[in-house]
């Protein structure tokens, strides 16, 4: 929570496949003021933020410390969306709302598995969003208020989720006099 920001950090997380991605592209060109969707996956291969690449589960193992170094700047200034599948290494301070998506495991399964995942990572994914372990971090990292579950299973959450968080925005800016 920071007061000199002019537009808020939006955290959007949740398990692989609930729709992290999906949701932040739509809110970047939805939102009432310019929102820089950040995909930190993406960001960590791009900038080489990772300590290695682990073959047996086709992921990176992220340099933490150069990732933090990496978007402080960015979420000192704000107006982004920090798109990831987890959010409890971000500082508390960093974010003005986390929104945790969920999914069914069928649906989430399926997702994964035409993303081409390996059945081990289809299954530790599966069973990470039955088991709420991100909605969990997100409760225990950042205060209850600023926390929002919200179900991703097809389009018309999509939209009435956006839709909510622009609100959001605008009601953001308001408080702030902006
Ligand atoms: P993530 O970024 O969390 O890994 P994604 O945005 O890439 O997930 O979405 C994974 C797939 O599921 C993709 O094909 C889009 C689809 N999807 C996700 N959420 C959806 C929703 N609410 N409605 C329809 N399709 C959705």
């Not at 310019?34 to 990772?50: A, S």
């Not at 959450?157 to 959001?168: F, G, P, T, Y």
Request: proline share 4%; aromatic share 6%.
């Amino acid at each position: 929570m920071s007061t000199s920001r002019k537009a808020p950090v939006i955290v959007v997380t949740g398990t692989p496949g609930t729709g992290k991605t999906t949701h932040a592209e739509l809110l970047a060109q939805e939102s009432p003021i310019p929102l820089k969707h950040i995909n930190v996956g993406d960001l960590v291969k791009e900038k080489n933020l990772y300590e290695e690449y682990d073959e047996e589960w086709q992921s990176y193992t992220v340099d933490e410390d150069k990732l933090l170094d990496e978007l402080e700047p960015l979420a000192s200034e704000g107006g982004i969306i920090l798109d990831w599948h987890t959010c409890d290494i971000f500082p508390e301070r960093w974010a003005d709302l986390v929104v945790v998506l969920r999914c069914n495991h069928t649906m989430l399964w399926d997702r994964l598995e035409k993303r081409g995942y390996p059945l081990k990572k289809i299954q530790e994914n599966n069973e990470a969003e039955i088991m709420d372990v991100v909605i969990e971090e997100a409760r225990s990292s950042y205060a209850p208020e600023i926390v929002v579950e919200l179900q991703s299973e097809g389009t018309e959450d999509l939209e009435s989720n956006v839709s909510r968080i622009v609100q959001w925005i605008e009601a953001w800016r308001k408080d702030r006099g902006l």
